[in-house]
């Protein structure tokens, strides 16, 4: 278990906070690869990123291609939501958050500097991700040099903090909601 009934909220809250940055700090950590959903007036959508860094402020850290729907998506409405799961503590988070998407400017260059060799690919495909292509070997294709032309960093400053501890029938929950720069906290029914 991560959380116990015993524990203050601001326990809980620091206790949820510290898995958070484990995610990040350890690439096998369940919270490194978590699901976010994006949505438009037109379309809803779900997909697994990496969580790539998260700042003292909570901010979470998610890098991608400039071209993916994911960043339309979050460019076209901010709203977006994180789901994580951690199966051996049996804990869920979800976070919700406004995105804020970063390219070409001091934070994308900054972060393209940790991204190392082959992981460039990632972000500089000649083919568009989520193009249609005739076989797979169409998507491979990579310029000599990769540049950061379409890194993208999207930034999640998280509003909604909801975690549900799972234990037998006595199930625990609890949510932090951030307003005017600070936590509020409270048990919720499960």
């Given at each position: ?7 203050s ?5 620091h ?11 350890d ?6 690869y978590?699901?976010l959903?994006t949505?438009?007036?037109?379309d ?29 998506h979050?460019d076209t409405?901010?709203?977006?939501a ?8 049996r804990?869920?988070?979800?976070i ?8 070409k ?17 990632a ?14 070997e ?14 993208t960093?999207?930034?999640?400053s998280?509003?909604y903090?909801?975690a ?14 951030k ?8 048990w919720i029914?499960?």
């Amino acid at each position: 278990m991560l959380f116990h009934d015993q524990e203050s909220l601001s326990e809980i809250f620091h206790t949820v906070r510290h898995e958070l940055h484990r995610g990040v700090l350890d690439s096998k950590h369940p919270f490194r690869y978590v699901s976010l959903a994006t949505q438009t007036d037109e379309d809803l959508d779900l997909r697994c990123v990496v969580l790539r860094e998260i700042d003292d402020d909570l901010n979470f850290y998610i890098f991608s291609d400039a071209r993916t729907r994911k960043v339309l998506h979050a460019d076209t409405n901010p709203k977006v939501a994180l789901l994580m799961y951690h199966p051996s503590k049996r804990v869920q988070v979800r976070i919700k958050g406004l995105a804020t998407i970063h390219r070409k400017d001091e934070l994308s260059s900054k972060m393209w500097s940790k991204v190392q060799g082959e992981a460039k690919k990632a972000y500089t495909p000649q083919i568009a991700p989520g193009s249609r292509i005739a076989n797979p070997e169409a998507a491979h294709q990579w310029p000599e040099t990769m540049d950061d032309e379409n890194f993208t960093v999207i930034k999640i400053s998280p509003y909604y903090i909801d975690a549900l501890q799972l234990n037998a029938q006595e199930h625990l929950r609890v949510e932090f909601s951030k307003s005017e720069g600070e936590w509020d906290m409270n048990w919720i029914a499960p």
